[in-house]
């Protein structure tokens, strides 16, 4: 089993920047993917961005691109989401994750976060 924690949410305004984090503890995740999703009210859970563990290959949806930074840190077993130029549509509860391999689908990662809440006023 992986558990993940999620932390560092919180109201910014727009234009402003956030940056969450992920805890990784259990099993060894060194041959995972580490993925960020986000769900906004009335909304389906939507890839954001992902890692992988070892390689440290990403891969960005384009509402992330040229905003966000996803990186890790192997000694603490955390990966980050940098989120700079927030808009009021990145208002979501923002979830960490981990799949066996790459992938953008929600159903392809096994273990999930708690999620955090991120809002961001206009």
């Known amino acids: 089993q992986v558990q993940l924690v999620e932390s560092g949410g919180g109201l910014v305004q727009a234009g402003g920047s956030l940056r969450v984090s992920c805890a990784a503890s259990?099993?060894?995740?060194?041959?995972?993917?580490m993925g960020w999703f986000r769900q906004a009210p009335g909304k389906e859970r939507e890839f954001v961005v992902s890692i992988t563990w070892a390689g440290g290959t990403t891969y960005y949806s384009d509402s992330a691109k040229g905003r966000f930074t996803i990186s890790r840190d192997n000694a603490k077993n955390t990966v980050y989401l940098q989120m700079n130029k927030l808009k009021p549509e990145d208002t979501a509860v923002y979830y960490c994750?981990?799949?066996?391999?790459?992938?953008?689908?929600?159903?392809?990662?096994?273990?999930w976060g708690q999620g955090t809440q991120v809002t961001v006023s206009s």
């Open positions: 259990g099993r060894p995740i060194t041959g995972y993917t």
């Open positions: 994750a981990a799949a066996p391999f790459g992938s953008t689908a929600v159903t392809s990662y096994k273990y």
